[in-house]
């Protein structure tokens, strides 16, 4: 499975940004897809997933400020960023595995990783 996410950019705090990650070359449908993402100096860490069910999970510290979901096809999951600050900075990655829900918050857990966007968020 091939991933390609897109959609990073630099925002102004308080803005918005779409990110996509479009799966190619494999049954991704299949696949809990998720986002994570890794500021300078620090660990990737999760932001939301969404499995085969569409059932969708988010860190806290975006709860209410971020969306993800999937298109009709499953091949492409998005994320909707709103109230962005400068924290929200960072390279976000989307990733393709079969986690336990108890782990679904862990990268180890993904099998497969897009390049990575960059989302810049100015104060």
């Known amino acids: 499975v091939q991933l390609q996410a897109s959609g990073g950019g630099l925002v102004q705090a308080g803005g918005s940004l779409r990110l996509s990650c479009a799966a190619s070359?494999?049954?991704?449908?299949?696949?809990?897809m998720a986002w994570f993402r890794q500021a300078p100096g620090r660990e990737r860490e999760f932001v939301a997933a969404?499995?085969?069910?569409?059932?969708?999970y988010y860190a806290d510290s975006v709860k209410g400020q971020s969306t993800i979901s999937r298109d009709n096809t499953k091949t492409t999951i998005y994320l909707e960023m709103s109230s962005l600050e400068p924290e929200d900075s960072a390279v976000y990655y989307c990733?393709?595995?079969?986690?336990?829900?108890?782990?679904?918050?862990?990268?180890?857990?993904?099998?497969?990783w897009g390049q990575g966007t960059l989302v810049t968020v100015s104060s």
């Open positions: 990733g393709a595995g079969n986690p336990a829900l108890s782990a679904i918050s862990l990268s180890r857990m993904y099998y497969y």
């Open positions: 969404i499995r085969r069910s569409a059932h969708t």
């Open positions: 070359g494999g049954t991704s449908s299949s696949y809990t």
